[in-house]
């Protein structure tokens, strides 16, 4: 067996060193002498690799041998996270590594600056597939991820005058250490053409080429992967003919089409973008990826009945629900099978997880487009849905109605197919990603589905991994929190950060615990230990409220000038945050947050007592530096808009104190920490909707409130660089997600904060008790949720 003959590759500094040495001169194909630091990154990721990919084989060939039940999610989107301070810490290599680049005459820090994150996702949704894996792997389970390898990822934001400007992302245009390119793996994938007689003929093929990323477990041998497809031409789409006529545009006209299919990921979160280039995204990951799970099957396995046993297929939101008619395609059409027992494959074999609630972010694509692109689909979807209504007519005699809201095909004001009715009536499972997120699918959302098929619907609350954005973000509070446990196997069982609870009375404990917190902000460079930093980061958008934090900052630079003494304390404001490229209302709050940065940092009277700063591109790694140094988390989304939040459980976590609404899954948190250490704001849901269905009227609030109304004025009279008066106007003529209904909350309970601040030795108790009590949101916790309620897989250990 040539496997047990495997030379291991060596733990000691010596033999890290000697496996450094020999990748840089047979891997690398450079010396010692004219090696660059980018040789020695390079060289670097592969001596680490190298000890990941021995514990993959051997968990390759454990797979093999059990034959398990596997998990596949399928996702248009990975927020991986930078690779080699992780790859380090799970390899075991972290103290090992900065002698041997010594050796080659590098420092850690120069060599660590070179690891680029790959940015294929927007926010959320893209980070919690990045922990789902992380913490499947350390769980042990058989699993691999699907995506696309997105030539540029997130688009790299940069600000011009306070505006936001996109940058491309070319992050692997010096190539990609961590990535195990499998070009023998490709797969076909055809678009257009028509069904005859034969079945489909499409009228274009593409090639796919897989390359994988090593996602390993953390305390364990496992190692699985993440599989990322790449658009080729198909070698035919070259057009000989034409290049040798010295028309070299148009030879390549055909290849470059085909590959812009994994061009660019779309930066458009949350608004449906019905372009098709994005229907054919979709496409291109879910034909790849059921074609290459298919393959995998048959590696063990002979019957198709076996198939719903042996394989899981989890649907990240709507973006690869054409999983559910290519399957019924591949089993009817190519595998002969009768449609009733491909019916009932795809049902007993896809789940579909919901990250919504906004009705905008529903997908859906004009049929035209869709009968166009894929015209065997349309039919296949056609036919689900003639069952589906006749389904709901035997229960529903009568209720038209019904009938119509339930329809995959929308009729008005243009015939479109519903991905989500789609999703959830191809699925054994639906579930949401916080208990009230899932309880609104169903009361709203779903409603007329969960009466229907009322087993299907489940919840599944969100975590985060605690080895990423505890461990390897905050490295002091880590040691200082596996000192408070006696171990670190808190890494393993984050539920363990309950027994912190009892240390939050012991004084000298606090007062470490302070000096690690007052650490992370030195560390980045807001190390004003008298002020609260104040943090809100994720994507912008008008339903989070951005807007609303600034009426606080405007708010608190008034008082400043005028009334000091209600001032409060020091504050450092930090946003962090990208909008949407062609989302105008949220770009404006940026450039305006931009403006009043600007105007507060002039004004000598703000001098060490507030500060407001916007850091350019926020992505994983720049959270792993900001979330650490967090004193206050901010989470202030209009109550029953927020699916989940996981930057909440993020900082969290880490020991910030939550200022929020009862949205997402800040309510859990708060029911975990205690309402004592929460600072709980603002309409809840049932409160919010009323409003919402009431005829409200914002400027109510700018007559009534004197604060509120300065701080709007300021922003029309033009105070700040004379920008943002259509934020202003938005919020006094529309006001959509009742910004100015819950300002006056909002800054009454900062001033709560302020007053908290003030004692130190309660707010540490606070911030240790939030650590403490987030036990819960760790993504192992997520996954054991998601494989006793769905995936119902087992553990394989190598
Ligand atoms: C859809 C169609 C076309 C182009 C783009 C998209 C698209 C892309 C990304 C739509 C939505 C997204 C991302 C959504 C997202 O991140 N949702 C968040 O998911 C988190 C994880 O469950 C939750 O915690 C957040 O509450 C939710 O907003």
């Known amino acids: 067996d040539l496997r047990n003959g495997l030379r291991p590759l060596g733990s000691t500094p010596a033999e890290f060193e000697q496996d450094l040495l020999s990748n840089l001169y047979y891997r690398r194909g450079t010396t010692v002498e004219?090696?660059?630091?980018?040789?020695?990154?390079?060289?670097?990721?592969?001596?680490?690799?190298?000890?990941?990919?021995?514990?993959?084989?051997?968990?390759?060939a454990a797979h093999y041998e059990s034959n398990p039940r596997w998990v596949y999610y399928l996702s248009a989107e990975y927020l991986l996270g930078p690779q080699l301070e992780q790859n380090l810490l799970y390899s075991g290599t972290t103290d090992l590594a900065p002698a041997a680049l010594e050796a080659l005459g590098f420092s850690a820090e120069e060599v660590a600056a070179l690891d680029v994150e790959p940015g294929l996702g927007n926010g959320g949704l893209g980070r919690l597939a990045a922990c789902l894996l992380d913490?499947?792997?350390?769980?042990?389970?058989?699993?691999?991820?699907?995506?696309?390898?997105?030539?540029?990822?997130i688009f790299k934001q940069q600000f011009e005058n306070g505006e936001q400007v996109e940058r491309p992302d070319d992050w692997a245009f010096q190539g990609d250490p961590w990535e195990f390119p499998a070009p023998d793996d490709w797969q076909t994938v055809g678009f257009y053409g028509f069904v005859g007689p034969e079945g489909w003929v499409p009228g274009e093929i593409v090639h796919g080429e897989p390359s994988h990323l090593l996602v390993?477990?953390?305390?364990?041998?496992?190692?699985?992967?993440?599989?990322?497809?790449?658009?080729?031409?198909?070698?035919?789409?070259?057009?000989?003919r034409r290049f040798s006529a010295g028309q070299y545009a148009e030879a390549?006209?055909?290849a470059v089409k085909a590959e812009n299919i994994s061009k660019v990921l779309y930066p458009d979160d949350s608004t449906d973008m019905g372009r098709e280039l994005r229907l054919k995204q979709q496409y291109f990951l879910v034909s790849c990826s059921l074609r290459d799970i298919v393959r995998r099957f048959r590696l063990r396995n002979a019957d198709w009945a076996d198939f719903p046993a042996k394989t899981v297929i989890q649907l990240n939101d709507t973006h690869p629900t054409l999983a559910i008619p290519e399957l019924i395609r591949l089993l009817v059409d190519e595998e002969k099978l009768e449609w009733e027992q491909a019916w009932s494959i795809v049902r007993q074999t896809f789940a579909y997880t919901c990250h919504t609630l906004l009705p905008e972010a529903l997908e859906t694509w004009p049929v035209e487009m869709l009968g166009r692109l894929l015209p065997r689909h349309l039919e296949i979807i056609y036919t689900i849905n003639e069952a589906l209504l006749a389904e709901v007519r035997a229960r529903f005699p009568g209720d038209l109605d019904r009938v119509r809201r339930m329809s995959l095909i929308q009729e008005e004001p243009q015939r479109r197919v519903r991905m989500a009715n789609l999703a959830v009536t191809g699925t054994f499972k639906v579930n949401g990603v916080a208990e009230l997120h899932s309880q609104l699918l169903t009361s709203t959302t779903f409603a007329d589905f969960a009466a229907l098929w009322p087993d299907r619907f489940t919840n599944v609350t969100n975590g985060v991994s605690p080895r990423r954005f505890v461990r390897l973000a905050n490295p002091g509070l880590s040691a200082l929190i596996s000192e408070g446990l006696g171990s670190d196997d808190w890494l393993r069982d984050l539920s363990l950060l309950s027994n912190l609870a009892p240390l939050a009375g012991d004084a000298s404990f606090r007062s470490r615990w302070r000096a690690e917190k007052r650490h992370a902000k030195a560390d980045l460079g807001l190390g004003d230990p008298g002020a609260v930093l104040d943090v809100m980061i994720k994507r912008f958008h008008e339903y989070k409220r951005q807007q609303l934090k600034l009426l606080h900052v405007i708010t608190l630079y008034q008082r400043l000038r005028n009334d000091p003494a209600r001032f409060g304390v020091p504050r450092t404001v930090l946003f962090g945050g990208k909008a949407a490229p062609a989302y105008d209302a949220a770009k404006s709050i940026i450039r305006l947050i931009n403006a009043v940065s600007a105007t507060v940092a002039a004004d000598p009277r703000t001098s060490g007592l507030l500060r407001v700063v916007f850091p350019a591109n926020y992505n994983v790694t720049l959270a792993e530096r900001i979330i650490p140094a967090a004193d206050l988390s901010e989470q202030i989304s209009m109550a029953g808009k927020e699916?989940?939040?996981?930057?909440?459980m993020k900082l969290a976590l880490n020991g910030a104190v939550t200022i929020g609404t009862l949205d997402g899954a800040n309510v859990e948190i708060r029911d975990r920490v205690g309402a004592d250490n929460f600072f709980l704001f603002g309409l809840?849901?049932?409160?919010?909707?009323?409003?919402?269905?009431?005829?409200?009227?914002p400027r109510t609030h700018y007559d009534s409130d004197e604060e509120l109304r300065a701080a709007l004025d300021a922003i029309l009279s033009g105070e700040f660089g004379g920008v943002g008066q259509d934020v202003a106007h938005s919020l006094l003529d529309r006001d959509e997600y009742l910004t100015l209904a819950d300002y006056r909350s909002y800054v009454d309970k900062q001033d709560e904060v302020a007053a908290a601040w003030q004692n130190q030795e309660q707010w540490t108790r606070m911030s240790i008790l939030n650590t403490a009590g987030s036990g819960f949101f760790s993504a192992d916790r997520t996954v054991a949720d998601y494989l006793a309620r769905i995936w119902r897989a087992e553990p394989v250990r190598p």
């Open 216 to 240: 390993p477990g953390y305390g364990t041998e496992t190692v699985n992967i993440v599989r990322l497809w790449r658009a080729r031409a198909a070698p035919a789409s070259f057009d000989l």
């Open 34 to 60: 004219s090696a660059s630091a980018q040789d020695a990154y390079e060289t670097l990721a592969l001596t680490v690799r190298d000890r990941l990919a021995a514990r993959r084989a051997r968990t390759a």
């Open 684 to 697: 809840d849901t049932p409160a919010a909707a009323a409003l919402r269905a009431s005829d409200y009227r």
């Open 135 to 153: 913490s499947l792997a350390t769980l042990d389970i058989p699993a691999v991820g699907y995506g696309i390898r997105y030539d540029l990822g």
């Open 252 to 254: 390549v006209q055909e």
């Open 643 to 648: 699916a989940s939040g996981t930057g909440n």
